[in-house]
């Protein structure tokens, strides 16, 4: 996933001569029309570890030779794990040719497709609203927002400005995942469970700051239908349960004690299989190419949708001292929050 190293751009940002194929930048490279991404929200590993594997030599063809060529660096404003990260971040993506901008307007001027990779999910409704307004097609990295009611408010700007919106953990592309949910491993299944690290942030809703990874490779293999959750909580461990339609029964073990990793089961009528390994970023850039080319999202927003209406019935359930939360219940209440 290495590419040609991109010199920086910066004497010449933005101007480039335009062919019908090709945007001629200011090195002696060039970077193919569409193909432009910019990101927004330097806070996070995930922007130089996505820019690192777009723009060094010897990327793989299936990134379609998309290069980060902008970047918008600020992300959280009071998360200190967060913002003591963005001036080593910004260092970093500029060996990489990346233009710094101050503001996403000038981002968007400079770029086709958008990362919104800022760590904090607060401000991700504030900051994608320009994106859809420009008609710029973006994927938003994990948490897709702060809260429930936002991330439903996304999703209606994403419909009202005709756009697509792609969000999604890479465990969701764990090494058997692909034959689980074509059933060509356990077969139709019945039950699922996931762990992975769950570091808690007093800023979001428990499970939305880290849990979501283990929770999306849940859903990867339960897909929607969830109808109740229930959660039994400790300072080390989380175990919540949710009831899926035809009384199917998917769990998720956030750790935050002892040795933690990724991974779980799918439970079927023909069989048990690991979910398998956890491959890095790689298997999930494709599938954003993938969505940057077709403009087709690989996950549904109502599987989205659901997914974090999943964590927030989880904490409602801690806050009940572990009793079953109706999903109904708690995703009507974020949509009356959404409306007002």
């Excluded at 953990?169 to 764990?174: G, V």
């Excluded at 599987?303 to 209406?309: D, G, M, N």
């Amino acid at each position: 996933m290495e590419r040609r190293t991109f010199i920086k751009t910066s004497a010449f940002a933005g101007v480039g001569l335009m062919t019908s194929d090709f945007v001629l930048g200011t090195s002696n490279h060039t970077v193919q029309s569409g193909r432009r991404v910019g990101i927004i929200g330097l806070d996070t590993s995930h922007a130089t570890a996505f820019t690192k594997a777009f723009n060094q030599e010897n990327a793989s063809s299936e990134f379609g030779g998309y290069r980060v060529v902008a970047a918008y660096p600020q992300g959280s404003k009071d998360i200190e794990s967060s913002t003591r990260r963005v001036p080593g971040y910004i260092e970093e993506v500029k060996k990489y040719g990346v233009e710094i901008v101050n503001t996403i307007p000038e981002l968007l001027e400079k770029v086709d497709v958008v990362l919104l990779e800022t760590n904090d999910g607060r401000p991700h409704l504030e900051q994608a609203i320009p994106v859809f307004k420009a008609g710029k097609t973006m994927f938003i990295d994990k948490p897709i927002a702060g809260s429930l009611s936002d991330a439903f408010a996304i999703f209606k700007a994403a419909k009202d400005f005709k756009q697509p919106v792609f969000s999604s953990s890479s465990l969701r592309y764990m090494s058997n995942m692909d034959a689980i949910v074509k059933n060509q491993t356990v077969g139709k299944i019945l039950g699922a469970c996931s762990f992975s690290p769950c570091p808690l942030e007093s800023t979001h809703p428990d499970f939305f700051w880290y849990g979501v990874h283990g929770i999306e490779a849940l859903f990867t293999v339960m897909g929607t239908g969830c109808q109740t959750v229930s959660r039994v909580h400790t300072p080390d461990t989380d175990v919540v349960t949710g009831i899926w339609e035809g009384n199917r029964i998917g769990t998720y073990r956030g750790l935050r004690a002892g040795s933690t990793g990724y991974g779980g089961y799918a439970f079927g009528e023909k069989g048990i299989q690991l979910l398998g390994d956890y491959n890095g970023y790689d298997p999930l850039l494709k599938e954003i190419v993938k969505y940057f080319q077709t403009g087709v999202s690989p996950v549904s927003p109502e599987e989205t949708l659901e997914i974090f209406t999943f964590m927030e019935a989880a904490d409602e359930s801690k806050r009940r001292g572990g009793a079953a939360v109706s999903m109904d219940e708690i995703r009507q209440k974020a949509q009356s929050l959404e409306r007002r």
